[in-house]
């Protein structure tokens, strides 16, 4: 495109009169005419303003034409974020879960019949925590490998998933079993010199389980996206959350001492567990309904 019609097309564009170009320019209209019919050119000074009025340089001015090249290009539109769903479940993760439901409520009947039949309390309560500690690793496992499944992944990587998850629900089985040890032993007059230090030590082992497995079970589920069994909680109260689920089960370790050393009532002590495990649930319940 010649000089005059290029200059004629930058014009239009903007909108602007020949007496408004040249007003800027501090020329005639009828200069600007002129250059636009091709009788005359601009002077060489006055190429650099006329270049700044239309937004482009010297050079494309000059060439008749615009430089695509320095165009920036199109930003590519993100797309949207793709929302993982879980898998239907399978007939055997029903089958574990209704399993486990099942084993849970054994458990309570087993307690309430032998506990009415003046049954010693060692041997009961243990045999229901005993019956709990499989049911919850069942029920933590199974929804562990049904988040794997439904994320993509290698099955090298599945099985690393996998194997955390059964760390991450073989710490929780240890910290429960390990309440159900201490009071059995209790209940059979092991001294508590004994069944003090064991008691501690396999709960100590489970902690440490839960802890790093937690770690890393966190670390792999970022990475890979998995999709949430159920809605999570709000990130703004995540730090909340752990704070109060963390007080809530320490404090039942303290209640569960005192009530031991100072009352000697080691058979009913072990109920500060399960009321700190459902406090965390409806605290966790309540996060998440601040949302809505």
């Known amino acids: 495109m010649r ?61 008749g034409e615009r ?7 199109p ?54 925590l005993g019956c709990v500690a499989v049911a919850v690793f069942l029920i933590v496992f199974s929804s562990f490998n049904r988040r794997i499944r439904s994320a993509e992944m290698t099955e090298q990587n599945a099985r690393k998933g996998r194997a955390l998850g059964a760390a991450l629900s073989a710490g929780i089985f240890t910290i429960i079993a390990s309440v159900a040890m201490f009071i059995a032993m209790t209940g059979a007059r092991v001294k508590i010199n004994i069944s003090l230090p064991v008691f501690f030590a396999v709960l100590i082992l489970g902690i440490s389980a839960v802890i790093y497995a937690g770690v890393q079970w966190g670390s792999f589920e970022k990475t890979y996206a998995l999709p949430e069994e159920e809605q999570p909680v709000p990130a703004r109260y995540k730090k909340l959350q752990e704070g109060l689920t963390s007080a809530l089960m320490l404090s039942a370790v303290v209640v569960f001492l005192l009530l031991g050393f100072l009352k000697g009532l080691w058979h009913i002590a072990w109920v500060a567990f399960p009321v700190a495990a459902i406090s965390c649930g409806i605290v966790t319940s309540i996060l998440k309904a601040l949302e809505k």
């Open 3 to 63: 000089f005059g019609d290029f200059l004629y097309t930058l014009r239009k564009e903007k909108g602007m009169t020949q007496t408004e170009l040249a007003d800027l320019l501090g020329v005639t209209n009828k200069a600007v005419s002129k250059w636009e019919t091709g009788e005359s050119y601009p002077e060489t000074s006055l190429l650099v303003p006329i270049a700044n009025v239309f937004g482009i340089t010297v050079d494309e001015l000059l060439r």
């Open 75 to 128: 930003e590519p539109e993100k797309p949207e974020p793709k929302v993982r769903q879980l898998k239907p479940m399978t007939k055997g993760e029903a089958f574990t879960l209704a399993g486990s439901v099942a084993l849970i409520l054994i458990g309570v009947l087993i307690l309430i019949t032998l506990s009415v039949n003046d049954i010693k309390y060692g041997i009961y309560v243990p045999v229901m």
């Open 67 to 73: 430089n695509t090249a320095l165009e920036p290009a």
